[in-house]
């Protein structure tokens, strides 16, 4: 165990008991000062959970190699070990048995160490054991005459650093006097795109973030915690107008920008770190994930899609935080980049053309919403979902008969070859001729096709249509694909069941037939590539069947450890209607 005190500065806030072999704080003691964190509203639980905040996640991999040149077993001991020091307050750790002063030890100091980078010490995000793989790389460069954040972002084609610049663009244009940080960006070989912003903060300017505001003072059971973050503010020290304008300013653009990640560390107030006093707002920041640089698909969402993806903020959905706005009117629409601006600002950045489309068209949808919602219209997600059930419904009935894509989902053993059968007849007594699948792409076709450099969107986008093959149905099965290649003596290969079945279901569609395709298809990824073949061939009439996923009986060749992993997956990447289907049925059909 060791013995710290918790610093403001030179001001004691309070002693604290350092576990050292798990790197956890064990004891706090408050001297009531006023200074400790929490607006001096600190206790041993406040404190442990501050300290788990500060630390530097210990997945990022520069991170990792300053805990082994250190001999440090965590980051929580790396922090201890470099006395707690941020960048964006004045807050550090003493020694008990040390007598050290704040500028002797201040962050900014450490310029001399490790040619001026040094990790910065705030989590980005509330799972604060998230892989490498969720994070970009994050250092403070104070060689510079301010101190610059520096972002690494090279997944998603670097689009979360090109994703800052944009937020940029749309606060520059609107010209609101809202704060917002300026961020810049460049491409830096091995490293994907950067973005780079000066600090903020200084020796005498610090961050406090909206969550250590919240949890200063428990709120009452009848106040939101959005109303009672802004009630704060105001008690502390900050006008009420000054907040409200901000809080409304920063959530409409967080909407126009689908930012799901504003989460209570990503924002709060700026105090003044001598008289301990609130200055207002922090500048808007860190809106590197939004305009959905995790999607790896073309199909839009809808209206309901969108506000159904989940968000970290007060509010788990953008409708419900949309509706504490007051100012409806605070964005300027008519400043806002138009949706072929936005496209053409993404290719420029050197996003895919598919997925710059892709991101167009959504805040072409998302700039409607905000349209109707300054004219005084409630932005609801149950009232989207309505609307797309009542369309979906008058579709049905308009189209009955008509042509469409279904696709069976489900577990081995859940039913889905019954489902399929029954859903045939269906179509056979709504006027439709039944036709066989396998001549529109044979197996021996496939062989051909991946006997060189397989293009499989080449292949599938390539075939002509089938004579007779209007108005009829068809039933495409992943099975009954690798039964044929059985009798043909070719080896189980995925891949080609894939190929086989993309482009027998592309033929049929651009023929006149309606397909049922029955396969398992729980992954989000097959299901989507199927939808953009269907979309393809100019249908848009779409349903999906989800099985039970409650299996009665053990399938023979599947042993109980893959059925369960099986059911996993399919929970993780349960098929939902912002995927692109007209209809989604649950089906507990028979099993076999």
Same mark, same amino acid.
């Given at each position: 165990m060791s013995q710290y005190f918790l610093m403001h500065k030179d001001v004691v806030c309070g002693a604290m008991v350092f576990d050292d072999r798990n790197g956890r704080i064990t004891g706090y003691r408050d001297h009531h000062t006023g200074s400790s964190p929490y607006i001096g509203n600190a206790d041993l639980e406040k404190i442990a959970r501050w300290w788990e905040m500060r630390a530097v996640p210990a997945s990022r991999a520069a991170i990792r190699e300053v805990l082994r040149r250190s001999g440090c077993l965590n980051t929580s001991l790396y922090l201890a070990k470099n006395l707690a020091l941020s960048m964006t307050d004045a807050y550090w750790v003493c020694p008990s048995n040390a007598d050290l002063k704040y500028d002797q030890v201040k962050f900014s100091n450490l310029i001399d160490y490790n040619e001026g980078k040094i990790p910065y010490h705030n989590t980005t995000s509330y799972d604060y054991n998230a892989s490498l793989g969720g994070q970009m790389e994050k250092y403070w460069d104070l060689d510079q005459p301010v101190p610059v954040l520096v972002k690494e972002s090279s997944r998603y084609h670097g689009q979360q650093s090109v994703n800052e610049l944009f937020a940029t663009h749309i606060h520059t244009l609107q010209n609101s006097g809202i704060p917002f940080v300026r961020?810049?960006?460049?491409?830096?070989?091995?490293?994907?795109?950067?973005?780079?912003?000066?600090?903020?903060?200084?020796?005498?300017?610090?961050?406090?973030?909206?969550?250590? *505001?919240?949890?200063?003072?428990?709120?009452?059971?009848?106040?939101? *915690?959005?109303?009672?973050?802004?009630?704060?503010?105001?008690?502390?020290?900050?006008?009420?107008?000054?907040?409200?304008?901000? %809080?409304? =300013?920063?959530?409409?653009?967080?909407?126009?920008?689908?930012?799901?990640?504003?989460?209570?560390?990503?924002?709060?107030?700026?105090?003044?770190?001598?008289? %301990?006093? *609130?200055?207002?707002?922090?500048?808007?920041?860190?809106?590197?994930?939004?305009?959905?640089?995790?999607?790896?698909?073309?199909?839009?969402?809808? #209206?309901?899609?969108?506000?159904?993806?989940?968000?970290?903020?007060? =509010?788990?959905?953008?409708?419900?935080?949309?509706?504490?706005?007051? !100012?409806?009117?605070?964005?300027?629409?008519? *400043?806002?980049?138009?949706?072929?601006?936005?496209? !053409?600002?993404? %290719?420029?950045?050197?996003?895919?053309?598919? /997925?710059?489309?892709?991101?167009? #068209?959504?805040?072409?949808?998302?700039?409607?919403?905000? #349209?109707?919602?300054?004219?005084?219209?409630?932005?609801?997600?149950?009232?989207?979902?309505?609307?797309?059930?009542?369309?979906?419904?008058?579709?049905? /009935?308009k189209d009955h008969g008509a042509q469409k894509f279904i696709m069976l989902c489900g577990l081995p053993g859940s039913g889905k070859t019954q489902k399929a059968a029954q859903l045939m007849l269906d179509c056979q007594r709504a006027g439709k001729r039944y036709q066989d699948s396998e001549s529109l792409f044979t197996v021996r076709d496939a062989i051909r096709a991946s006997s060189f450099i397989l293009d499989k969107k080449q292949v599938t986008y390539s075939l002509p249509k089938a004579p007779g093959y209007e108005q009829s149905v068809t039933i495409i099965s992943a099975n009954s694909i690798r039964e044929e290649m059985a009798k043909q003596e070719i080896p189980p290969d995925n891949n080609l069941v894939s190929l086989i079945a993309q482009a027998r279901t592309r033929a049929a569609l651009i023929s006149g037939a309606t397909v049922i395709y029955d396969a398992a298809n729980i992954s989000e990824r097959t299901r989507r590539e199927f939808l953009e073949i269907v979309k393809n061939a100019g249908i848009h009439n779409t349903e999906i069947h989800v099985m039970d996923m409650q299996i009665q009986k053990q399938v023979p060749g599947i042993s109980q450890e893959r059925m369960e992993a099986l059911k996993k997956r399919m929970s993780e990447s349960y098929p939902s209607i912002e995927e692109g289907w007209s209809r989604i049925v649950h089906d507990n059909g028979s099993r076999g």
């Open positions: 961020y810049s960006a460049e491409i830096m070989e091995g490293h994907g795109i950067i973005s780079r912003c000066n600090a903020f903060t200084s020796d005498k300017v610090e961050l406090i973030s909206a969550y250590e *505001l919240i949890e200063s003072r428990k709120a009452s059971n009848s106040c939101s *915690l959005y109303d009672h973050y802004i009630n704060l503010c105001v008690e502390y020290g900050i006008s009420h107008d000054a907040i409200q304008k901000f %809080m409304d =300013y920063q959530t409409m653009t967080d909407f126009i920008i689908s930012n799901t990640d504003e989460h209570l560390m990503n924002f709060g107030v700026l105090r003044d770190a001598d008289t %301990m006093q *609130l200055i207002g707002p922090a500048p808007i920041f860190d809106s590197g994930n939004s305009m959905f640089f995790k999607d790896d698909w073309t199909t839009p969402y809808s #209206r309901a899609g969108l506000l159904e993806r989940p968000i970290t903020s007060f =509010y788990k959905t953008e409708d419900k935080i949309l509706a504490k706005v007051q !100012d409806r009117k605070v964005v300027k629409l008519d *400043l806002l980049p138009s949706p072929a601006e936005v496209k !053409d600002f993404y %290719m420029r950045a050197g996003i895919p053309e598919q /997925k710059a489309e892709f991101i167009g #068209r959504n805040y072409e949808t998302k700039l409607q919403m905000v #349209r109707e919602f300054q004219q005084g219209k409630t932005i609801s997600l149950y009232q989207e979902k309505q609307a797309e059930k009542q369309k979906h419904a008058a579709a049905e /009935k």
